[in-house]
């Protein structure tokens, strides 16, 4: 009985000795794997936290910021000796010697929370922070402490004990979305770290401990009352002396706070935008993508350029823009002025001829940051607006006709397109001038034919037409029937083509800085001729007989020169007004953001009333 009960016994044993053999086996080489990850986490780079990055106007003025968060990095030799004895006082009296955990505290911190159902207490070293803060969650557990001790443990040996303290100051945070010992000093005092009292710092130095119970804007007593109890600690550390304690917890401490900047969100949402296309032309990703074999290699090389581009937001570099303040503001206030219309919007781009930038952009009438921008984002019919572009430049550039010729105006039919002028009027014979200046639609469709709709659509390959397809060339497209169409800032940067007949991407971002000074982006300009000379003086010419007396006369500012062309599409379901003066090229669309018909506010004209206020 003895030994059958012998034999069960081990062959129940076994199979559990083998399941630990296996299990143990698994846990070692997972921990030597995670050993081997660990190691090449850890860089000393890695313990400079992100910076703020701004982006400042033409002007070199500030007016937005690259995140919510205030993150300004701080050298060591600016860090005061002083504010570092609190800090290892307070937070961490071991700090030089212990090798990134303290034992001891550990022991106290657990025998501790054992009285509690949750941690109450972490022990944690100025080390553990930093590891926690860089690669760690703030969650309370077990399995994150063990983790955060081996994270401590690697980071005393790739780093010197000042490079980690260097980098728990500019990781910590200060409340208020505030990181960094630096960015700290600059929001609640405005004053660098070096420009700080005694007193100023030991206030600084209360709030990580706990941010949220000692925020100095809504809980400046507890705030005070712990910078008290520092300079005490201070006095019984005898790094100061007791009169000297005195005096500094009697000095005022008088908050002078930071108002962060977060102007004009249309015009910045889009230089984020341009910001990641300038990252991917000068590093690459752009030309990866095109040549991608694969949807999803492409959408992995683009996940990669929205980690890089976010990384170089968190830089601290400085986004110079050609921005205009002034012209921004009266931007948004004509589209606002002009759309009183429930549902209808509107979106328009300013662009300056003699340097072809983006000095100005209306993302909506009540644009809110990083919603639908309608400037780079909504892809509409262009309508008329596209027939200078497509129609007119091509076939005069190929047949340099008089602006006298004769064409012909009358009904047109092919098979079962059968298009009509504005508002079914039947014509003849016209002049060339005539039919642009009423934007008529049966000539420009025979003048399409005549060029060749290939050839013609080629004139519209140098542009940042992103949304034209091959199945775009045909007749339909003379009068703005596109698959999907082209934005706002598309077809007014195209018309700056008309300025003197060369054609130069234009862009908001002037050059990209780092704290240095040193540039580290800004767009190449290869400008491209689109038109000859004698092309661009005719075009200048229909455009102004357009704006004097024709579709465009409702827009007419009195300038040294105007040319406009408008364009409405099918339904009434997009307005359009796009020109150019002596010193700007601008473009309006109005529309609904779901299509819908605005007949009713046809005469109202609201395109040309944004564009004549914003030029005048």
């Not at 070293?125 to 443990?153: F, P």
Request: charged content about 20%; aromatic content about 12%.
């Amino acid at each position: 009985m003895r030994m059958t009960i012998g034999y069960i016994t081990i062959g129940l044993l076994l199979p559990l000795c083998l399941f630990f053999w296996i299990g143990t086996n698994k846990e070692y080489q997972s921990v030597l794997t995670f050993n081997e990850a660990l190691s090449a986490t850890i860089d000393v780079e890695q313990s400079f936290p992100s910076q703020t990055s701004f982006l400042v106007d033409k002007n070199g003025d500030r007016f937005s910021q690259g995140s919510s968060e205030l993150r300004y990095y701080a050298e060591e030799d600016q860090i005061p000796d002083f504010l570092k004895d609190i800090i290892i006082y307070s937070e961490d009296r071991n700090f030089y010697d212990h090798i990134g955990f303290d034992a001891g505290a550990i022991i106290r911190a657990v025998v501790k929370n054992l009285v509690f159902t949750h941690i109450q207490q972490g022990g944690s070293t100025i080390t553990q922070q930093l590891a926690r803060n860089l690669y760690l969650t703030q969650e309370k557990t077990y399995n994150r402490k063990l983790t955060e001790l081996v994270y401590s443990y690697e980071l005393e040996q790739s780093l010197t004990k000042d490079e980690i303290l260097q980098g728990y100051f500019n990781i910590i945070y200060f409340s208020n979305g505030v990181y960094g010992i630096r960015a700290a000093s600059l929001y609640y005092f405005q004053q660098e770290l070096e420009e700080l009292s005694y007193a100023q710092l030991a206030f600084l130095a209360a709030i990580p401990n706990n941010p949220g119970k000692y925020d100095p804007i809504d809980h400046f007593d507890a705030a005070k009352e712990r910078q008290e109890r520092l300079i005490d600690l201070m006095v019984a550390e005898n790094k100061i002396q007791k009169d000297e304690g005195h005096k500094i917890k009697a000095e005022k401490i008088s908050l002078d706070i930071y108002e962060s900047i977060d102007l004009y969100p249309d015009y910045a949402v889009y230089v984020e935008h341009e910001l990641m296309k300038l990252i991917a032309l000068t590093e690459g990703y752009a030309k990866k993508i095109q040549q991608a074999d694969s949807d999803d290699e492409a959408n992995r090389i683009q996940k990669a350029l929205n980690e890089r581009t976010n990384q170089v937001l968190q830089s601290g570099v400085t986004i110079h823009t050609a921005l205009d303040p002034v012209l921004q503001r009266r931007n948004i206030q004509a589209v606002q002025n002009n759309l009183p219309y429930e549902g209808v919007e509107g979106a328009s781009v300013i662009i300056r001829n003699a340097t072809r930038e983006i000095v100005s952009v209306a993302g909506g009438k009540d644009y809110q940051k990083y919603n639908f921008n309608r400037s780079f984002q909504a892809v509409r019919q262009p309508g008329s607006a596209i027939k200078p572009l497509l129609v007119y430049g091509p076939y005069i550039e190929h047949t340099q006709p008089a602006l006298s010729q004769i064409v012909d105006a009358s009904s047109y039919c092919q098979e079962a397109y059968c298009p009509e002028n504005y508002g079914g009027a039947n014509y003849n014979d016209v002049t060339l001038s005539t039919a642009f200046f009423l934007s008529l639609n049966t000539p420009a469709i025979r003048l399409l034919e005549r060029t060749g709709v290939e050839e013609a659509h080629q004139y519209l390959t140098p542009f940042a037409f992103k949304h034209v397809e091959k199945r775009d060339e045909t007749l339909a497209s003379a009068v703005g029937g596109f698959t999907y169409g082209m934005t706002p800032l598309e077809m007014t940067d195209a018309y700056t083509s008309f300025i003197d007949g060369t054609y130069t991407r234009s862009h908001a971002i002037v050059n990209v800085t780092d704290d240095q000074g040193n540039i580290l982006y800004e767009w190449p300009k290869e400008p491209v001729t689109i038109w000859s000379p004698q092309t661009t003086s005719k075009l200048r010419d229909l455009l102004s007989q357009a704006a004097l007396r024709g579709t465009g006369k409702p827009a007419y500012v009195n300038k040294p020169y105007v040319g406009i062309k408008t364009g409405t599409t099918n339904q009434y379901f997009d307005y359009w007004t796009i020109g150019l003066t002596d010193e700007f090229t601008t473009g309006v669309w109005v529309g609904h953001d779901l299509p819908q018909s605005m007949e009713k506010i046809e005469y109202n004209r609201p395109a040309h009333a944004i564009w004549r206020e914003i030029m005048q």
